[in-house]
């Protein structure tokens, strides 16, 4: 089985946010990139897959250089190769156009994905990556077996959870439960060491022009102070709504 | 404990100094220290217990001679990853710090640096996977400060030299399986023996009731007419020379470690200042608070550069003893003084065992008196920049 995770490269949950060039670029100046964590948990998976089913493992990310340490740990993990796509990651369709052309020079059985990359949420790469190439697709995967062809696949449904039957090729869409964070490895030394020699390989992308554009980002305005109305002032309340909030 | 929330402060970008696999390096200790070490090291420091579970766990990360070439089982990395490794080590605990100082810098570099092929075959693997624990005997009950004084000493017997004495304060010493012991021989030169447990006449008791490092577990070697093959001696290097060589090697990973104590400190008082209301203000918004804090964070970004710059200096093999003395001093004091002023930050919280800042200034306590006492490195610098000694 020839599996393709796709690795985001995104800030920290602990960055500070800011934008630069008029509030329509991400400031990075500062900010410490980490692999996107809904991509660690499919690719905690991929490496069970590897160790037990004697999977291969490629790594790919779509964006420049920059993101190359975010490649050497998934190799440090133990993924076997790293693939780059040589290109801003603009937006979603671009991504999985770019992905997608990955998957088909590579002949890929199944593709792993995050649900969505923590930096923007867009949450649409896995899906249009399935309706490019015609491939099934499950969203929201907690659980994911294979065997031969065929996967078992859990995910999560509104109030519980769904369990499938369905064919590779196959693009997943994980999140936590495919693995737990427990599961989650640290790169040891040896890994270490061992991805120094692991091929990235840099590719360029295919030209294709992005479909949109980002004008302008815009902070959630800071939680202003809170008023407590007594639960007898329930006129008061009414008034504060209506002429202060301007809610009713 | 509660939560460990950790985020490392890095006021000046220093990590656009560092190579990104220094970042992985160093990411991946500081993950594994906060799995691994921040939710037991409270426990195992009340206990006054090495959590001897970890030690599988510190190899895989490379906190065992990162430096040391990869036929002899270590990672092959450079001085600032050794450097960084410590420091996150030390942000967990500086007894855990300690073990890895001193099975990295006392135990596998002498072996790799003084000793012969056979000797670096025979432990070098072992010691960089954990499988061998080692321990470093210098120190003698009345030759602290003064080592060159000891009187440890061994007798050429022909087949094998015999060794007696005692070596007191030494880290590992109640576990190691091995320990590098520094003794005089019959002309009263100094030389490194690999003496090995289950010599006869060798024992380790431990040292109880510490304050400090209570998670490390520390010791006395005791020689009572000990028998140690002659292959055992470390061939390359004799003299006083051999060991300081050893503590170059461990003070620089100290002046890093240190960093780590501080940084930690740093960060529980930060958040904590935010957090915690005095006066209906966050404690953080007094201008006495403030001061601490801009110094606490000052003073780090200070010896991040310090350390750094040694690093860079000990890669290209130009850094002085001196130049490594200074940093050890430095840092350590520094952590000392950030550890008490965080302590103060927290008021009464600050001395229980649900924050680390009161087991980092204790464990500071040694650290500021192990591998050369603060005084000591005072003296260093001294004979440095005059020339005149004033050890004596
Ligand atoms: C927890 C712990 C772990 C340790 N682990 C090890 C280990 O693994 N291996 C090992 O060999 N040793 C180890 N040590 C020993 C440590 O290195 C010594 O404690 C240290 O060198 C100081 O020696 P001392 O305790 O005998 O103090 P002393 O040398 O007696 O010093 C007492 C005081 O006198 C001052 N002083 C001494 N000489 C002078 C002078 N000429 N001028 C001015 N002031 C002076 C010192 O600065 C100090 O303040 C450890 C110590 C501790 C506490």
């Keep these: ?248 | 404990m509660s939560q460990d929330l950790f985020q490392a402060p890095d006021y000046y970008q220093l990590d656009d100094l560092l190579t990104d696999e220094h970042k992985l390096v160093r990411d991946a200790a500081r993950e594994w220290v906060k799995r691994e070490i921040s939710p037991i090291i409270e426990d195992y420091a009340q206990k006054a217990e090495f959590p001897n579970q970890i030690i599988k766990g510190l190899a895989e990360i490379g906190a065992f001679g990162p430096y040391i070439p990869e036929e002899y089982g270590g990672a092959g990395l450079d001085q600032i990853s050794y450097g960084l490794i410590m420091q996150e080590i030390e942000r967990g605990d500086s007894g855990i710090r300690s073990t890895a100082s001193v099975q990295s810098s006392l135990v596998m570099y002498p072996i790799w640096k003084y000793g012969n092929e056979d000797q670096r075959q025979k432990y070098l693997p072992k010691l960089a996977s954990g499988e061998l624990m080692g321990c470093f005997g210098l120190t003698e009950p009345d030759y602290g400060s003064n080592p060159s004084g000891m009187v440890t000493n061994f007798k050429d017997k022909g087949d094998y030299y015999l060794l007696n004495g005692a070596k007191m304060w030494i880290s590992n010493a109640p576990f190691a399986d091995i320990a590098i012991v520094w003794a005089k021989d019959e002309s009263g030169r100094i030389h490194g023996l690999i003496v090995e447990r289950g010599m006869e006449g060798f024992t380790t008791p431990e040292t109880h009731n510490k304050w400090s490092l209570r998670a490390s577990a520390t010791g006395e070697l005791i020689f009572d007419n000990v028998k140690v093959p002659k292959e055992n001696l470390l061939p390359k290097k004799s003299g006083l020379g051999a060991p300081l060589g050893c503590l170059d090697s461990a003070r620089y990973g100290i002046a890093w470690g240190a960093i780590g104590a501080a940084m930690d400190c740093y960060d529980t008082a930060l958040r904590y200042s935010k957090e915690r209301l005095q006066f209906g203000k966050p404690i953080g918004a007094f201008q006495l608070q403030q001061k601490k804090l801009a110094e606490m964070i000052t003073e780090i970004t200070k010896a991040q550069l310090l350390a750094w710059r040694l690093g860079v200096l000990r890669n290209e093999d130009k850094a002085t003893s001196a130049q490594i003395s200074m940093a050890k001093r430095n840092n350590v004091d520094m952590a000392l003084t950030i550890a008490r002023d965080a302590r103060q930050m927290l008021g009464g919280m600050g001395i229980t065992g649900e924050y680390s800042i009161m087991r980092h200034m204790m464990n500071l306590e040694s650290v500021v008196t192990y591998e050369g006492t603060h005084d000591i490195h005072l003296l260093i610098t001294g004979l440095d920049v005059t020339g005149l000694n004033a050890f004596k």
């Design chain 1, 1 to 248: 089985m020839k599996i393709l995770v796709c690795i985001s490269h995104v800030p920290d949950t602990t960055s500070k946010i800011n934008f630069t060039d008029e509030n329509s670029k991400f400031d990075t100046n500062g900010v410490q990139f980490v692999i996107n964590p809904y991509d660690e948990f499919v690719l905690t998976r991929a490496m069970w897959f590897k160790e037990k089913q004697g999977a291969s493992v490629t790594v790919v990310n779509v964006g420049n250089a920059t993101n190359e340490p975010t490649l050497r740990k998934a190799l440090a993990i133990g993924a076997d190769e790293a693939i780059r796509v040589n290109a801003d990651a603009t937006d979603g369709y671009f991504v999985a156009k770019q992905l997608a052309e990955v998957v088909k020079n590579g002949d890929f059985d199944l593709i792993l994905a995050g649900r969505e990359s923590i930096d923007y949420n867009g949450g649409m790469v896995p899906g249009m990556l399935a309706g490019i190439l015609d491939f099934n697709f499950v969203n929201a995967c907690i659980g994911l077996e294979v065997d031969g062809n065929t996967a078992t696949v859990i995910r999560e449904i509104d109030g519980g959870k769904e369990t499938l039957n369905t064919n590779l090729p196959l693009v997943i869409g994980g999140q936590k439960g495919i693995v737990e964070e427990k599961d989650l490895r640290i790169p040891n030394m040896r890994g270490i060491m061992m991805a120094r020699k692991k091929p990235l390989s840099v590719v360029e992308p295919v030209s294709f022009d992005a479909t949109t554009q980002s004008i302008k980002f815009e902070k959630p305005e800071a939680k202003g102070a809170v008023k407590l109305i007594d639960a007898n002032n329930v006129g008061e309340l009414i008034n504060l709504l209506h002429n202060e909030a301007k809610v009713i």
